[in-house]
């Protein structure tokens, strides 16, 4: 059998190697070259980070993880298992042939393999991505045989086993999901043609903006030009330049916006509540949590939304002290104990080495110097690691949260990382690296619409959202159900042909109306 399958992989390589495909010649062999080392695949992570969307950069990452790994299974692990001599070259024509000779192993392909790990990561981020560069990942592949250094067995084997790869990025890193896994309420919301009555609230610190460093504010105008826009400097008072905007919204077109960190947004958020106003987020921090879970990961989501009035309604959580009095509000998450050094400490190397890696290594390094708390949950006496609670379920369960299906479905999700069990920081350690934290008995997760906490005597600060607050003696969580509407576009927009018009906008806009306000 073993036999046969050889002579078969030999006859089609002859097939190959004795095929005269037009214009192969001048196309194959440099693109083959191009491949060693990875260096397509690894500028073309480049050019998706530095001119694409979240999606883009999304599947930049999980490319480049997909095809670390391959490479390393490939190279130091499957070519020293099987060692498979370089196919004869006499029936390939000179031209075609490299000019220098790999003198690894035949079998698999590292090429092959990088090629699949890399293309099939970008779709698992990015279908559409994906889609345009499979053809170049199978004309990769397909040049290996062609240039006469690879069997076809080989570039298939090849093929599997970087696909494999980019699968098991999986296990430790859940891709983003697609749309049709989200459960949004759709609701109306005013329609604002080109924006107008839209006031935005720009804190000037954040964001990039589209490509080329067009700063946020003309952004925001290339896309809705006769929005209002109120900038919030370093040296301005936030609050005061929120009520200010309030104001104006609820004078115009009853909807305020808001351009900033998840801080600025969930200040924003708190007063658009109260005021009934419709909120626009346009995402304009570091992570944009809150925007990427309503469905606006860029400004053009955002501005499409806002001039057809397409919206979703949100819950927002509320803080309040043991008399019952609002201390904080979030719209995306709150927490006491080791969580908010560790969010800090993930988010660094996040973009390097994935989200669930990045948490387990941060988990671990904040578990070594941490003081457990002794606090007591709904009446219940507790010594906890950390408290985390998210406005809304997160999916997957763990600390490395990804994603909430639902913004209104009137829950708390809490977890827990328990103390008191027998080697509970070793036990919690070990699952945290080895990616079962959810499994571990010293975790919890539940779901519940209130949590009360007390003995809070010796805590010595909250965290909402990326803000920081004193800890009274007792705390109490809850929801405020369907209390916000936020613009989120009906249907997902094309990335591709979005960023184009917005760069294609650049390119011919006119002279500023005047400064921002």
């Not at 698992?124 to 199978?138: D, I, M, S």
Request: glycine letters at 10%.
């Amino acid at each position: 059998m073993k036999r046969r399958i050889a002579g078969v992989d030999r006859r089609w390589f002859e097939r190959v190697a004795s095929a005269r495909l037009p214009g192969a010649e001048q196309v194959l062999p440099p693109l083959s070259r191009s491949a060693n080392h990875g260096r397509l695949w690894l500028g073309t992570a480049a050019a998706l980070a530095v001119v694409g969307g979240p999606a883009a950069k999304r599947a930049a990452r999980r490319g480049v993880g997909a095809l670390a790994l391959a490479s390393v299974t490939t190279n130091a692990v499957a070519k020293y298992a099987v060692r498979r001599r370089r196919p004869v070259l006499t029936t390939v024509p000179a031209m075609r042939r490299l000019s220098k000779a790999p003198w690894t192993s035949s079998f698999p392909s590292g090429h092959a393999a990088s090629a699949a790990a890399f293309a099939v990561g970008v779709a698992l981020e990015a279908p559409r991505y994906g889609a345009l560069l499979a053809p170049v990942a199978a004309a990769v592949a397909f040049s290996r045989v062609y240039v006469g250094v690879h069997y076809p067995g080989d570039v298939l084997a090849g093929c599997v086993l970087g696909a494999a790869a980019a699968a098991v990025t999986c296990y430790w890193w859940p891709p983003h999901p697609q749309p049709a896994q989200f459960r949004r309420t759709r609701v109306k919301a005013p329609a604002l043609p080109e924006g107008e009555g839209l006031v935005v609230v720009l804190n000037s610190g954040s964001g990039r903006g589209v490509p080329g460093r067009l700063p946020p504010g003309e952004h925001l105008e290339l896309l809705l030009p006769k929005a209002e826009i109120l900038s919030c400097g370093p040296g301005d008072d936030l609050d005061a330049v929120l009520d200010e905007a309030v104001a104006r919204a609820t004078g115009a077109g009853g909807v305020l916006g808001v351009c900033g960190g998840d801080g600025t947004v969930n200040a924003t958020a708190r007063r658009a509540a109260a005021a009934g106003l419709a909120l626009a987020v346009f995402p304009g921090g570091t992570l944009n949590h809150f925007a990427l879970d309503v469905g606006t990961p860029t400004f053009e989501d955002t501005a499409h939304a806002v001039a057809r009035g397409e919206a979703v309604r949100v819950d927002l959580a509320r803080v309040r002290d043991g008399e019952g009095r609002d201390i904080a509000g979030f719209v995306n998450t709150f927490s006491i104990g080791i969580y908010p050094e560790l969010v800090s400490r993930r988010e660094k190397l996040e973009g390097r080495i994935g989200k669930w890696p990045a948490a387990a290594v941060s988990f671990v390094e904040v578990l070594r110097t941490a003081a457990p708390l002794r606090i007591r949950l709904d009446g219940h006496d507790r010594v906890l690691w950390l408290l985390f609670a998210g406005n809304g379920q997160y999916v997957p369960d763990g600390l490395a949260l990804t994603h909430r299906p639902r913004l209104d479905d009137g829950l708390l999700d809490i977890r827990t990382v328990d103390a008191e069990a027998p080697l509970a920081r070793s036990r919690v350690a070990l699952s945290a690296l080895g990616g079962a934290l959810r499994r571990s008995r010293v975790f919890r997760s539940e779901r519940v619409e209130e949590l009360r906490l007390s003995g809070l005597e010796n805590v010595t600060g909250l965290a909402y959202d990326g803000e920081t607050a004193p800890t009274p003696d007792a705390l109490v969580l809850d929801k405020l159900r369907s209390a916000l509407t936020v613009y989120s576009p009906a249907a997902q927009l094309d990335e591709i042909a979005q960023r184009a018009r917005t760069l294609t906008l650049a390119a011919n806009r006119q002279p500023r109306r005047g400064p921002v306000a």
